[in-house]
Structures are given as C-alpha cells and as structure tokens.
C-alpha cells in the first residue's frame, strides 16, 4: 500500500516545473554610477515648482484623448528596444533579432540596478498619491511609498534609444523623438510628475558613457548592430 508520503511524491512527480528566468546581468553597477550626486532634489510638495508639475499632469488629464490613453497604456506595458518598432518598421522585433533582444534585456535590467537606489534616496512619492484627484490610467502599486524619481521607464526607453542609435544612426532624430514621447506618456499616465522623466535623460546619457567602456556591452553591441542592420537591409 503507497503511503501518504509516497503518494505525494509521485503527483508532484508528474507537475510541470517552471523554472524561474534568471535576471539579465546588468552592464554596470551602483557602485559605478551614484545618481543621487547626479541630481537636484525634486521640488518640495506644495512649493510652486511643485505646483506647476502637479498642474501640468492635471491638464494632461483633462485633455487625453483616446487615442493618448491607448498609447501611454501600451508603451507601459513594454520596456524594451522594440518600442522603437514604430520607428524601424514591423521587422524590428525580439522574435526576429535574439541578438538584439539579449542586448536590449541586459540594457534594461541596468536601469533597476542604477534607477531603484536613487529613488529610495529621493523618496519622491507619485502624483497620484500625494493628489487623489489624480487619476493614473496605467498600472500603480497601492504601496504609497512606490517612490517615481527619477522615472524608470523613462531612463529605461532615453538608455533604450541611445543604445539603438548606436545600431542606426541614420535614424538618430527619429529615435531620440520617440523616446521623448514614451517619457511624456508617463506624465500622461499620471503615474510621474514632468521633471520625473525630464532628470531620466541625464541619467540615460550617463548610464551610456560607462556602458560604453564595458567590453561585454561592445561586444553584445557588435553583434546586434550586424544583426538588425542586416534584417533591416541596412
């Protein structure tokens, strides 16, 4: 007669394992880059800085459209190169360019390693928190200490769109354009005050320099670019 213990091995025997995805190895590290040296603490709430922010996310409440909310909504759901597909056309895509999608995850796991330690030092709660009249169309956490500067997507999308131009540089302005507008998306969300994405540039631009000097990032790099550009006949 199988025992309980026995019966029990054998039905976990038959599951399906699921084994968790092990999170890209980040080119540089906190250590490397300290943002919070980088950037000015953001205004104090209820400062007129601050007030104008708070009024700006406010009019873009008031007057999205459809088709702005459908927009914001979708570049929240994707962070990675691929947002650019708007602007390389339907052949940029991750099942179509491992080499670059592999290049592109290792891009954006750096934004938490360099983005999360800033923003546990600014301690810059979310519009949406600080002002219940502010209505958030995109995902949010109920934690009111899910702190937003500087903006993650936002550095994440500018780090995104430096890497691409280095692939493409013919497209340069119209990459560096769609990156501004998937930054303004955050503040169309009403998940992030303006300056929130604004310092995200800065940083971006900074995450870039180190990144650069990394062989492993040269590297990845080189075999992207040989990639896209030849998918894209480039």
């Known amino acids: ?24 190895k980040p080119y540089i590290t906190a250590e490397q880059l300290d943002v919070k040296v980088l950037l000015p603490d953001p205004a104090p709430n ?28 979708a570049d929240d759901a994707e962070e990675d190169i691929f947002v650019f597909k708007t602007v390389l056309g339907s052949g940029f895509a991750a099942a179509k ?35 219940k009249t502010v209505h958030p169309i995109c995902k949010t956490k109920p934690d009111p200490d899910d702190f937003g500067y500087p903006s993650g997507h936002s550095t994440s999308g500018w780090l995104e769109a430096l890497v691409l131009i280095q692939i493409v540089p013919e497209k340069r302005n119209e990459i560096l354009d769609r990156a501004a507008d998937y930054a ?17 540039r800065l940083v971006a631009y900074s995450m870039l320099g180190l990144m650069m000097q990394n062989a492993e990032f040269q590297a ?11 998918a894209l006949g480039l």
Request: with cysteine; glycine share 2%.
């Open 220 to 230: 990845d790099l080189a075999a992207a670019k040989t990639e896209t550009r030849r």
């Open 184 to 200: 303004h998306n955050r503040v169309v969300c009403g998940v992030h005050y303006p300056v929130d994405t604004q310092v995200s």
């Open 97 to 131: 360019l491992p080499l670059t999608a592999a290049l592109s995850a290792r891009v954006h796991a750096n934004e938490g390693e360099i983005v999360n330690p800033a923003k546990q030092y600014f301690h810059r709660r979310r519009p949406f928190n600080v002002d």
């Open 46 to 73: 209820d400062s007129p800085a601050w007030k104008a922010e708070i009024d700006e996310v406010h009019r873009l409440q008031d007057t999205r459209t459809a088709a702005q909310i459908a927009a914001a909504k």
């Open 1 to 24: 007669m199988m025992t309980k213990k026995v019966l029990l091995v054998a039905i976990l025997g038959t599951l399906p394992v699921f084994a968790q995805t092990p999170r890209p």
